[in-house]
């Protein structure tokens, strides 16, 4: 495999665990990181081996403390176009399985935007999560002032962003931001459990309620209707459905 120089990468059993690897810069994300992980990502795509994704940050100190705030001093209005980090997390959430961020210490601007971008946030107790981007002169142009307000509702997010605020995982548990939280030394098995309670579900089951539940925010109900109605028209002809559930009837059976 590859080697990179800002993440490290391993892969067990289906299961891929990537890390952000800068402890020294608290895992701030910078171009070189983006672009190693559009190469992991389109890479672990079109092998198709992997069927679930942990990501998490080295270090204990963060999960990752936002983009490189050096980079983005320089960068121009027509590089904020470029949408550099928001293609990223929007390729994260696209990804046709599903994702964990593990989440130990910050997770603030970027960092918070990319575990919101994964299906499933784990935090440990000492976690903190924030948007705290307008104290930069800057907003969460990341996804940040659309995936916040999803998951933990229009006014929460409004008091999240303009206040630019850190919050505790407890609360973030409390507002919807995060699934679990476990004490901090626990996080990486909570995420590991979390993604084989997944794996252990039929892969393209698994891969068409993502994409369902994933149209119902982003492509409007209609759309969200027909994606679920077809996607259950492609499960119920799979092999994987009939055995499962052939399995079911015959242990019944023999009750
Ligand atoms: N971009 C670039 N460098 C960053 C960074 C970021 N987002 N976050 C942390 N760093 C760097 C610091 O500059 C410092 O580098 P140095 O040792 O070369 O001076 C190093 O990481 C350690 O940071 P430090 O602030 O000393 O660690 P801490 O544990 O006391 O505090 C944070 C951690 C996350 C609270 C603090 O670093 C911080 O507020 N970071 C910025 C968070 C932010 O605003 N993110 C949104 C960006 S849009």
Do not use: W
């Not at 981007?133 to 916040?148: K, N, S």
């Not at 999803?150 to 929460?156: F, I, P, T």
């Not at 089951?205 to 679920?228: C, I, P, T």
């Amino acid at each position: 495999m590859t080697s990179y120089t800002t993440i490290l990468v391993d892969i067990e059993d289906r299961l891929a665990t990537v890390t952000f690897n800068r402890p020294h810069k608290r895992n701030a994300i910078d171009s070189t990181m983006v672009n190693e992980l559009h190469d992991l990502l389109d890479g672990l795509v079109a092998d198709g081996d992997v069927q679930a994704c942990i990501f998490t940050g080295a270090g204990g100190k963060a999960f990752v403390a936002g983009a490189d705030i050096a980079q983005m001093r320089e960068r121009t209005s027509e590089d904020a176009l470029r949408v550099i980090n928001g293609a990223l997390f929007n390729k994260i959430e696209a990804l046709p399985f599903p994702t964990i961020a593990a989440v130990q210490g910050y997770a603030l601007g970027g960092g918070c935007e990319l575990a919101m971008a994964c299906d499933l946030r784990v935090a440990g107790e000492g976690a903190k999560f924030g948007q705290p981007e307008v104290a930069l002169g800057i907003i969460p142009a990341a996804g940040g002032t659309q995936r916040l307000p999803r998951l933990v509702g229009l006014g929460v997010a409004k008091d999240l962003v303009l206040t630019g605020r850190t919050i505790d995982a407890q609360e973030a548990y409390r507002i919807g931001l995060c699934n679990r939280v476990v004490p901090d030394g626990e996080v990486m098995d909570a995420a590991r459990e979390l993604a084989g309670s997944i794996l252990q579900h039929g892969a393209l089951a698994v891969r068409l309620a993502k994409q369902a539940l994933n149209a119902s925010s982003r492509g409007g109900q209609d759309v969200g209707l027909l994606l679920e109605q077809i996607s259950q028209a492609v499960l119920f002809d799979s092999e994987d459905k009939h055995r499962r559930m052939t399995e079911f009837l015959d242990k019944r059976r023999k009750k």
